[in-house]
């Protein structure tokens, strides 16, 4: 375990990857349009728990940036691993280029909890968001927002119980993309009690006794 | 696809777990000592690239709170699937009751870039950083931190490339920890060129040409 400095980076890792929906007018090859454009993002997080906040960071020069500070709002769309392909296209093109959606076979679903900016149906959670407060970092700006609502797909529902296990979420860092592999532990499963192990818990994953 | 609205909540990942490293004095039992205290936290994520900057969030009553804000510095230590039941123990207990570094064998590494503040030797990878702005939210205080230093295991280097993929990095979301799976992708990948993709990825990985 020795360790070697490699100075400062960005090595923060395994890191969601959402598909950031952002509303907008564009002019494309002397055409104006209003798009609903997907940008594919890893500097996100949630910030804060109540209310329930995330951040996004997005550099000023992206369409997107525009967008959002247009519209005061924006949708995370978070990725199986099937779409991997897709995000990575979303994050390589610009919208200013061509119809992203359109070219990922991605459909726009209206939120009732935002204006107009929309989710996108293939992605197994869409969060809504408003936009909180925006801070200038660097090369990117950091988008505070509240999340408004969150939609789910119906499929990951077991009787009631959202199971994320079965949406097979992608994750990103230094620079590739992975799958979602198995549940190790729960929350707090450190100090359970034996029976609620054996209830959640396949044996091999118990951890020893404190 | 059809999609069940579940309202405002904090559903986003997979979500890097680190242990976040603090320095601080802390009594106990009627005896005074200086701690290095690792906090199990999900609330992170980078937040800009240049400078690098991440952010992570922590409740004000939390011990780790108070020797940031003491310090103005912190870690944060990236865990290995081998270690989440240490970083579950890490998340719910608190340094005011018990040494948690010695309950989880955790060894401190002095950093030469921070002050007082220690890494863990056995996290495969450290981020030190020093605090750059506190913002108050709600149940969560978002301390924005510069990225001063990375380290990483020796043995996750490959002819000087770092491979972190050896290091099984754990995820964590909606109450439950995973391990890291395989790499589908890497950046760029959906518009490489063939002899890349073949060069880089497994042909099962290859994405349809657009």
């Not at 609502?149 to 097979?168: C, R, S």
């Not at 209830?199 to 404190?210: I, T």
Request: glycine share 8%; hydrophobic share 40%; proline share 5%.
């Amino acid at each position: 375990m020795e360790k070697r400095s490699i100075g400062p980076g960005t090595l923060l890792g395994p890191l969601p990857v959402v598909l950031v929906g952002s509303y907008g007018e564009v002019e494309r090859h002397g055409t104006t349009s209003v798009i609903q454009n997907p940008m594919t993002a890893a500097w996100t997080g949630i910030v804060n728990s109540t209310p329930p906040m995330v951040s996004v960071s997005i550099r000023p020069e992206r369409l997107s940036h525009r967008f959002i500070m247009e519209t005061g709002e924006f949708t995370l769309n978070i990725a199986s691993s099937s779409q991997a392909a897709d995000v990575d296209f979303c994050g390589v093109k610009s919208g200013r280029d061509l119809d992203k959606a359109k070219a990922c076979h991605l459909t726009p679903l209206k939120l009732s909890t935002l204006s107009v900016t929309a989710g996108y149906k293939e992605c197994p959670v869409i969060l809504a968001c408003r936009v909180h407060e925006v801070k200038k970092l660097g090369s990117h700006d950091m988008f505070i927002g509240k999340i408004v609502d969150v939609l789910a797909d119906d499929a990951l529902f077991a009787k009631d119980q959202l199971d994320l296990t079965k949406a097979d979420l992608l994750t990103y860092y230094h620079g590739d993309y992975y799958g979602q592999s198995r549940r190790i532990g729960f929350f707090g499963y450190s100090v359970a009690k034996t029976n609620v192990l054996k209830r959640r818990l396949p044996k091999e994953f118990w951890p020893e006794a404190r």
